[in-house]
């Protein structure tokens, strides 16, 4: 989301090649890679779980900007979404899931979090861990936030 030289867009003027591809190959490329070696893998029981971000769902963007993030979010869940539907013709009892973590105390959401929004690392783990059990196979390819609610894409 951000680092030295990237930073959210406020507006379409913002936007940045070299930016909007460097965020693209970490939030897109490397789980799109990920899914592709590790998901032959997986039991025909098993769970897999990606870090999303609700920032990243089209149907819940209220308030615009962030376009390299929220795009590559975006397409993420497209990469999921289509992989379960993969995954569901050999492994019908597996899931394959996407979870938005909430605001977790990290160098990523530090700049831009409130005080009291961000919550520690350890708890969003096992919150997540939760949802993941309480998900059967047919949530496979649906997007969840930390508590359990399910998120439109």
């Given at each position: 989301?951000?680092?030295?030289?990237?930073?959210?867009?406020?507006?379409?003027?913002?936007?940045?090649?070299?930016?909007?591809?460097?965020?693209?190959?970490?939030?897109?490329?490397g789980p799109a890679l990920v899914?592709?070696?590790?998901?032959?893998?997986?039991?025909?029981?098993?769970?897999?779980?990606?870090?999303?971000?609700?920032?990243?769902?089209?149907?819940?963007?209220?308030?615009?900007?962030?376009?390299?993030?929220?795009?590559?979010?975006?397409?993420?869940?497209?990469?999921?979404?289509?992989?379960?539907?993969?995954?569901?013709?050999?492994?019908?009892?597996?899931?394959?899931?996407?979870?938005?973590?909430?605001t977790v105390i990290s160098k990523?959401?530090?700049?831009?979090?409130?005080?009291?929004?961000?919550?520690?690392?350890?708890?969003?783990?096992?919150?997540?861990?939760?949802?993941?059990?309480?998900?059967?196979?047919?949530?496979?390819?649906?997007?969840?936030?930390?508590?359990?609610?399910?998120?439109?894409w």
């Open positions: 989301m951000h680092r030295d030289g990237i930073a959210p867009e406020k507006s379409l003027a913002a936007i940045d090649a070299e930016a909007l591809q460097a965020v693209f190959q970490v939030n897109a490329l899914l592709r070696h590790f998901l032959p893998l997986l039991d025909k029981q098993g769970a897999m779980a990606m870090l999303s971000a609700k920032v990243g769902s089209i149907g819940d963007n209220r308030l615009g900007g962030w376009y390299a993030y929220r795009a590559s979010k975006a397409a993420l869940n497209m990469l999921i979404k289509t992989a379960a539907i993969e995954l569901a013709r050999s492994k019908p009892k597996a899931r394959l899931l996407a979870l938005h973590p909430g990523l959401s530090q700049p831009f979090r409130g005080a009291a929004a961000a919550r520690p690392a350890e708890l969003a783990a096992a919150q997540m861990l939760q949802v993941i059990d309480s998900l059967g196979p047919e949530h496979s390819g649906s997007f969840h936030a930390y508590d359990g609610q399910p998120l439109p």
